[in-house]
């Protein structure tokens, strides 16, 4: 009995690479940017073995891998998903478009790798959109990174929590910028700015002339250079607020409302750090009903439990 031809199939399973362009593994939780399909092989030949006991003999022809790209629409709803801005793709002609959205993509992944996970991408797209529309890798992010490692001696949580509290901190130029803003605070004596409060993420990012502004504003009111310094480093929140809006009101009150002297300063920088409309002025006028002067520290450190209990 001739022998006939046996058609063998070997079955694969389909395998979804969840992985990015750049990087096709690093992380579980991007989007699939590959989809890999193993494909069954088929071949016609003689069964070389006859004992269905015997182990079966490797096939001479390993499966066929095809690989899928995906769609431009696919990029650009993962991107949504992680709420990023892809407007600008959208608008660019087909060709360009594919070249931002892998752009962006490129980005998202490095980030991955940095500790950032999905539900910050939102933050930082809202915050700072520059980061994924003219942001480069190698020029502009690592050496940010490189940055806050090094010169700050932060590591990859702290780093991460740093940029969450400032995303601006990611475009920012490490020469420019970060580093001289770095070296004038320690020259202060501001120590632990590696620690990922929202006062040490936007004093990093903060120009230099924006901090001296503080401190001449200190000294046109007749503190000395070095005891204008003092009393920023004392209390780094100056640095934050604006001088015609906020610390001129203050000392204005100071002075004029409250009969106190800038002296006062000296003993409690804190003062500049306090709400006018929600702490000083409430708590000055419940004192001066009752004809109670007291310290500065006293009168705004307390709570408002122990504050109103103690003068009723």
């Not at 060709?95 to 999905?118: A, C, M, N, Q």
């Not at 120590?191 to 993420?201: I, Y």
């Not at 607020?241 to 009150?253: F, G």
Request: charged share 20%; with cysteine.
């Amino acid at each position: 009995m001739p022998k006939t031809s046996h058609m063998m199939a070997g079955l694969a399973s389909v395998d979804l690479a969840v992985a990015s362009s750049r990087h096709t593994e690093r992380n579980a939780g991007t989007m699939p940017l590959m989809h890999s399909l193993h494909l069954p092989t088929l071949c016609s030949s003689q069964n070389p073995n006859p004992n269905p006991n015997s182990p079966p003999l490797s096939s001479p022809h390993p499966p066929l891998l095809l690989r899928f790209r995906p769609s431009r629409r696919q990029k650009i709803q993962y991107l949504k998903t992680l709420g990023v801005d892809t407007s600008s793709s959208s608008s660019s002609s087909s060709s360009s478009s594919l070249e931002t959205l892998d752009w962006i993509l490129s980005i998202v992944d490095y980030l991955r790798s940095k500790g950032f996970s999905d539900s910050h991408f939102p933050r930082l797209s809202f915050l700072c959109p520059r980061i994924f529309s003219s942001a480069d890798i190698d020029r502009t992010l690592a050496p940010v990174f490189a940055f806050l490692a090094t010169d700050l001696s932060a590591d990859h949580e702290q780093a991460r929590d740093l940029i969450l509290r400032c995303p601006e901190l990611l475009v920012s130029n490490v020469e420019y910028r970060l580093r001289p803003t770095l070296q004038f605070l320690h020259e202060l004596g501001l120590k632990n700015l590696n620690s990922p409060t929202n006062l040490n993420a936007h004093l990093l990012n903060t120009p230099i002339e924006k901090l001296v502004s503080k401190i001449r504003f200190l000294e046109n009111l007749g503190f000395s250079y070095e005891e204008s310094a003092g009393l920023c480093a004392r209390c780094p929140a100056i640095f934050g607020y604006s001088v015609e809006n906020n610390l001129r009101p203050k000392i204005e009150y100071l002075v004029n409302n409250m009969g106190r002297s800038v002296a006062e300063l000296k003993k409690f920088p804190q003062y500049l750090a306090f709400s006018l409309k929600k702490r000083i002025i409430p708590r000055h006028l419940h004192l001066k009903q009752r004809n109670v002067q007291i310290p500065l520290q006293r009168m705004l450190l307390w709570s408002d439990e122990r504050f109103y209990a103690k003068w009723k």
